[in-house]
C-alpha cells in the first residue's frame, strides 16, 4: 500500500509546491503557472450548472459516475484535486466504529459498463482525515440535467473503503476535488481539468456562487456551481481578476487586510499568502490580522473563533496583488449560535497564511481557471 501523507496546508506540502511550480514552468518555456496542454477547438460542447445545498457546515452537488449513471452528492472541494467517492467494498449496513460508509451511496463497479479497474491502492491524507481505497476509471458527469451535464469518460477515481473521521460523520457520498493537477493524491488527472484537457468542457472556468447567510429569495437555493464558463444567471459580469500565486492550489497573494468597524480601522497581513478554500466554514488568518479585527470590535482576547455581540459590525476588506479588492461584512460574518449568542466566523490559524473560506465567497461569484490559472471575482446579482 502506498501512503501519501501531504495536505494543502501543511508546510510539509512547501517542497512539492516549489517542485509543481519549476517543473510547470520549465515545461511551457518560462510561461509560469500553465498548464501544459491547450483548450480544444470543441463544437456542441455542453457546459452547465448544478444547484449546491447546505448541509452542516459544508456544500454538496450531485454526480453521476459510471453507465448507467450511478448517483452521488459529493462535497465540492476547492482545496483538494481528487474524486472520491463511496465503493460497494466500504461497510455500509452497521453504524459502528467499522462502517465508515454508513448511510452513503455507494459505487457499484460491476454495474457499470464502462468501468475499468486501475488498481491503485492509496490512503489520501487531507483535512477530512486518512482515506483508502483502490483508483478506478469511469465517465463523470458533472451535474445531472441532461441539458446541462459535462460528460467526463474515463475518469480516474478512488473507491473509498475506509473514510477519513470527519467524512464518516457527513452526509456526503465522497469529495469533488476542484484544485489543480500538482494537487492530486492519487496522481490522477482532476476531474475538471481532464474535462478541459478532453474538450468536454466548453471553456476552463467554473465558477461558485453563494448566497449570503440566512439569504432565501432564490427558491432556497445555497448556490450554484457552473462547469465550464461563467455563471450569468447570478453573477454580474463586471469581474475583477487576480492570477494565481501558486500552480498546485488556488493560492493567491493578499496585499493588505483592513478591519473595519464604526470609525476604527486597521490594515494588516502585507502580501500574504491566501488559499481560497470552498470547504473550509471560516475565514481563517495569522495571528496578527486576528489581533486588529479584536482591536476594531474593541473585544478582548479570548478563545478563538471569538463570540461577539450580536449587533456588531465589522468589514474585512482583502485587497490582492493587481488590484482587486474584496470585502466581507458581519452579514456573513457573524454566525447566531442561538437567540443572543453569536460567533465570528473568523478564526486563527498558526501559520503565515490566510484561508479563505465559506464566510468570503458568500454574496459573491469566484470563477476558477484551471488553465490561465486565475480567479475572477464578481458581485452577486439580486435574485428575486
Known sequence: MEIINC??????????????AIFLLSAVGGNAFRLPFKLAAVTNVTEGEETMEQVSVYFYANITVGTPGQLFSVLIDTSSADLLIADSSCNHYVPNSNSSCYGKNQFISSASSTYTIVGKVTTVSTKFGPTKGMTGADVVRLGTVVSETITVPGVTFLQVSDFGTVLQGVKADGVLGLALMGASQTSATPTFVQAVQQGDAKDSIFSIWLEHQNQTNDLGTHGVI????????????????????????????????NSTSGNYSLNSGKNTQAYIDSTSPYISVPPPILMNIMKVLNLPAQSYPPKVPCNAKITLGFSFAGGAYVEATEKDLILMLSPGVCQLSVNQ???????????????????FDVVRHAVTFSQALSQN
Open 7 to 20: 495536505t494543502p496546508f501543511l508546510e510539509s506540502c512547501a517542497g512539492m509546491l516549489v517542485f509543481a
Open 226 to 257: 457552473h462547469y465550464g464558463g461563467s455563471d450569468t444567471d447570478h453573477c454580474n459580469t463586471t469581474r475583477q481578476s487576480v492570477q494565481l500565486s501558486g500552480a498546485t492550489y488556488f493560492q493567491v497573494t493578499v496585499a493588505n487586510v
Open 349 to 367: 490559524n498558526d501559520a503565515s497564511r490566510i484561508i479563505l473560506g465559506i464566510p468570503f465567497f458568500r454574496g459573491q461569484c469566484i470563477s
